[in-house]
């Protein structure tokens, strides 16, 4: 029987961020030559992508619901319940009816499975409706880079979805035509899943989504080196958009430098329209893109 090829979707080029040819040949690590790779760490709620993933807080008084956005969740948490236009509200982390209750997994019926999502699907899903400038966020051509090179990748994500979830979700950006094929996953690790708590040792499930990502970073190192083994030319690098998971990924890029200081560590801060780049030393850090100088469409890769 003759199959028959799908037709790929055209889409426009994505003005808001560097375009990129589809043609271009496969690149390799920049210490190919030396037997080093490079390992890319990725944050996914606007790093990658911006999902409308609403996060949910509660009057004191009536209960009433607030939806916020992650990105306005990530600006105001600290005041949730104590100043400010949220001093009314709190959080609720009950998995199923809190807060955070769209960022996890939900148990659908068998006989559903066929006609309810999870929440991060459907949220992918939303998003790939819209022009590309409206969901690609300021790491997506970094993202883009690493799928196409089949760079080893990883995701840690504050999501507490399976990980299976998170990569049925990046694989509808393939089916759709943003992605060419299915990322080289190193790991997925969405740290606020009980599973992946207890992976990471917080069996209390009392660590913050900031340890908990440092624990993350740790992990796939090692199976980074477990997997392609040990080289002194070896390129790690982490982005993130949260400033306090900025700070502890900072902390354990150090840990792991000391450790291995032969090999490379990056942190990349991203921003709406700019981004940081640091270098991590052994006894400091060396700015390689400051925010001032930086360019989103220059973005620059491990």
């Known amino acids: 029987m003759v199959g028959h090829k799908k037709k790929r979707r055209s889409f426009k080029p994505n003005t ?14 920049r210490n190919y030559h030396l037997g080093g790779k490079s390992f890319y760490f990725f944050d996914f709620d606007d790093n990658v992508a911006y999902l409308a993933t609403p996060i949910i807080i509660f009057h004191k008084d ?6 916020l956005s992650s990105g306005e969740f990530a600006q105001h948490g600290h005041d949730i319940g104590k100043q400010g236009q949220y ?34 699907i459907e949220d ?3 998003a790939i ?25 990883s995701v840690i994500t504050a999501r507490g979805h399976n990980s299976e979830t998170i990569k049925e979700g990046i694989s509808l950006l393939v089916k759709d ?9 190193l790991s997925v690790y969405p740290v606020s ?27 796939s190192v090692e199976q980074a080196l477990n997997r392609y083994g040990h080289n002194p030319y070896h ?18 890029m150090q840990s792991l430098k000391s450790r291995y200081p032969e090999m490379s560590f990056f942190v990349i801060q991203t921003f709406k329209d700019s981004y940081e780049k640091r270098e991590i030393l052994e006894t400091k850090t060396r700015d390689i893109i400051t925010r001032n100088e930086s360019k989103l469409s220059q973005l620059s890769l491990l």
């Open 16 to 29: 808001a961020q560097l375009e990129l040819n589809l043609e271009r040949p496969i690149e390799p690590d």
């Open 62 to 67: 009536t209960g009433n619901e607030l939806h």
């Open 87 to 120: 001093a009314n509200y709190y959080v609720d982390i009950n998995d199923e009816t809190g807060s955070f209750r769209n960022f996890r997994d939900r148990d659908i019926p068998a006989k559903s499975k066929g006609m309810l999502k999870q929440a991060f």
């Open 124 to 126: 992918i899903e939303t």
């Open 129 to 153: 409706q819209k022009k590309d400038f409206t969901w690609k966020a300021p790491s997506w051509n970094c993202f883009y880079h690493a799928t196409y090179n089949f760079r080893p990748l």
């Open 177 to 185: 035509g943003h992605l060419p094929h299915d990322p080289n996953f």
């Open 193 to 219: 899943n009980p599973k992946t708590r207890a992976a990471l040792g917080d069996e209390m499930l009392s660590a913050s989504v900031p340890e908990l990502k440092k624990g993350a970073i740790r992990m």
């Open 235 to 252: 390129r790690f690098g982490m982005s993130d958009d949260d400033p306090r998971n900025v700070e502890l990924i900072t902390s354990e």
